[in-house]
């Protein structure tokens, strides 16, 4: 099966390419700029600019995929708000060049969607009514409803909050930063009115898998078990890597006022997910230990 993996150079992407790799699928990884990506057999770079229809067209036509999994966004909320039009191109025109090119192939098309198109009153459930609170959840939300339009055969994964190991090159997640500030015996400033289900990227990759070699179609929230705050996870970090939580002062979301809105209680029931796809995720405490482990 060859599976083509858009975004291969960000934190889900790099991560997703290599377990797929590793899994033995043969995998064609476009990322924006140079290969951050380890030589592997089975996993294929190319450097792309995704808003470049002719040269997706080209590359579809060189690799004919099975499936394709879109992971690629302009991802953080903050920007996108300032850089409206610019969110747009490549959260959903970006989306529909994407589909446009796969259409001449019956590909699975797997799209990475987020739990930022809700608001409130999370945890939510797949058939909940969608109502992004900021322009980021909105661009994600517009793309959704591309996928929902196309005939082909489509996934929409909502995925939260994604921690897990680094590996070389890679950005850090969450849990890194308040490694980091602990070990420079920093004070970190950390909310505790905000609560989410921090998704273990691993997790993720795994359920992806399941995903294409059944071809379930539909939508999948695939997110952690635990409900937690920002404040919690940190308390975690510091436990399992036995640093100093004294650094970690408890705030609320007042503390920072964010130029965008986020929910105060968002994340996302995974049931579904754990009946349909035997999907049984890490608790965040194991997690946070696998991500950590020497390798
Ligand atoms: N991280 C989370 O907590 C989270 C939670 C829920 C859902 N998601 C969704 O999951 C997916 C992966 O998230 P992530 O945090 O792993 O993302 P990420 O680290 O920000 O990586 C996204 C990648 O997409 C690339 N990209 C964006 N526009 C592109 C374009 N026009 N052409 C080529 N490459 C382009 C970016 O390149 P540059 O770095 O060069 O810009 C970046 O490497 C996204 O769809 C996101 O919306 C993420």
């Not at 377990?19 to 990506?37: C, E, P, S, T």
């Not at 997110?223 to 970090?237: F, N, Q, R």
């Not at 929910?263 to 608790?283: C, F, Q, V, W």
Request: glycine share 6%; proline share 6%; charged share 25%.
């Amino acid at each position: 099966m060859k599976i083509l993996v858009t975004g291969a150079n960000g934190f889900t992407g790099m991560h997703l390419c290599i377990n797929l790799v590793n899994k033995g699928f043969d995998v064609f990884a476009l990322g924006r700029g140079d290969r951050k990506l380890p030589i592997l057999d089975g996993l294929f770079y190319y450097s792309v600019e995704l808003t470049s229809v002719r040269t997706l067209l080209k590359i579809f036509d060189q690799v004919s995929p099975d499936v394709v999994i879109h992971t690629a966004a302009m991802s953080k909320p903050d920007i996108c708000d300032l850089n409206r039009e610019d969110c747009l191109l490549n959260n959903v025109e970006v989306t529909r060049y994407l589909l446009e090119a796969s259409r001449h192939f019956p590909v699975h098309f797997i799209y990475l969607s987020t739990d930022f198109i809700f608001g409130e009153n999370g945890p939510h459930k797949e058939e909940d009514t969608p109502g992004p609170l900021n322009f980021y959840g909105e661009s994600k939300l517009q793309a959704e409803k591309l996928i929902l339009q196309t005939e082909l055969t489509t996934t929409i994964i909502r995925p939260v909050f994604i921690y897990g190991p680094v590996i070389p090159q890679i950005r850090p997640s969450f849990i890194q930063w308040v490694q980091q500030k602990l070990l420079k015996g920093e004070q970190i400033k950390v909310v505790t009115d905000q609560l989410r289900t921090p998704t273990y990227v691993m997790d993720l990759c795994d359920a992806i898998a399941t995903i294409l070699i059944f071809q379930k179609i539909g939508i999948y929230h695939i997110a952690g078990k635990d409900i937690l705050s920002p404040y919690e996870m940190a308390i975690t970090v510091a436990k399992v890597l036995d640093l100093d939580a004294e650094l970690i002062k408890p705030v609320t979301s007042e503390t920072f006022p964010e130029p965008v809105r986020r929910a105060k209680k968002s994340g996302l029931y995974i049931d579904k997910a754990i009946r349909e796809l035997n999907y049984t995720p890490h608790s965040f405490e194991d997690a946070v230990k696998l991500s950590f482990l020497k390798r």
